[in-house]
Nanobody, 114 residues
Framework: QVQLVESGGGLVQAGGSLRLSCTTS????????LAWYRQAPGKQRELVAR??????SDYLDSVKGRFAISRDNVKNLYLQMRSLKPEDTGVYYC?????????WGQGTQVTVSS
């Protein structure tokens, strides 16, 4: 059973930065799609950023220019977050799959204070 483990969340002031990491229990190259989702209190989970095996990426409109998704060639996926806003607060989940998402991490809390 493949596992994903997130880290790097925390409390930060508006305008600050955080870098989230996600470590997989198998080779990251085995996944065709890697992504970060988030869920704010009382809201549905939403896709924040996605990275395909071909190297293309796309982002939620509200984070474009502020967030960057990347990976290494071993077992790690990252989400660099800059110029954070209170509305970025939520639980951030790492996700992966061969075509559609099939594996989820347990989530890491990001709280942005105003």
């Amino acid at each position: 059973q493949v596992q994903l483990v997130e880290s790097g969340g925390g409390l930060v002031q508006a305008g600050g930065s955080l870098r989230l990491s996600c470590t997989t229990s198998s080779s990251i190259a085995s996944f065709k799609v890697l992504a970060w989702y988030r869920q704010a209190p009382g809201k549905q989970r939403e896709l924040v950023a996605r990275l395909t095996a071909g190297g293309s990426s796309d982002y939620l409109d509200s984070v474009k220019g502020r967030f960057a998704i990347s990976r290494d060639n071993v077992k790690n996926l990252y989400l660099q977050m800059r110029s954070l806003k209170p509305e970025d607060t939520g639980v951030y989940y790492c996700a992966a799959g061969l075509g559609s998402i099939s594996v989820w991490g347990q989530g890491t809390q990001v709280t942005v204070s105003s």
